[in-house]
């Protein structure tokens, strides 16, 4: 494990201690880690449209984001155009958020986002339609034009907040 997951986690450790006992804890701890969750997507939103407007090509934006995922909680970041497409990312799968809930019904959720409705959108974790992996996700309007702006985190790192 990385120092900085080590500290990530340590820090949620603190915040659950700090939190109080029990069932309230637990969810107070989860709240707390949903706002670092999406603190860390309006970074990358800000991010990625200062890069764009700057001249970087998508390929030295997902270089950069895998840097990023290398070295922190989050272990994958989505960034769609605005039909979808998630053009930007630190993972090798090629995916286009669809806005039919029965065609995709984890993903759909974020839908919202692109069409103006939503300003952000907390998903419990839970599994994804491309691999049955659990992952907690994230995401936020584009800070520059119609898009989501998704992080994040396997089950294998989220806290446990007890």
Request: with cysteine; proline share 4%.
């Given at each position: ?13 603190l ?20 706002k ?7 970074l ?22 895998k ?21 930007l ?11 039919d ?20 959108v907390?998903?419990a ?19 520059d ?15 446990v907040?007890?």
């Open positions: 494990m990385t120092d900085v997951r080590r500290f990530f986690r340590l820090s949620l450790l915040i659950g201690l700090i939190a109080g006992g029990g069932a309230a804890r637990a969810a107070d701890c989860e709240e707390i880690f949903a670092y969750m999406v603190g860390q997507a309006m990358a939103a800000n991010y990625v449209a200062a890069a764009e407007k700057a001249g970087m090509k998508p390929a030295e934006i997902n270089t950069a984001l840097n990023i995922a290398a070295k922190s909680a989050i272990e994958e970041f989505w960034i769609t155009d605005s039909k979808g497409h998630a053009y990312t630190n993972t090798s799968i090629d995916f286009t958020f669809s806005p809930a029965a065609k995709q019904p984890q993903a759909s959720a974020f839908w919202p986002l692109i069409s103006g409705a939503k300003d952000a907390i998903q974790a839970r599994k994804r339609e491309i691999d049955n992996r659990v992952f907690k996700y994230v995401g936020v309007a584009g800070v034009k119609p898009r989501i702006v998704q992080v994040g985190v396997s089950a294998d790192n989220l806290p907040c007890k």
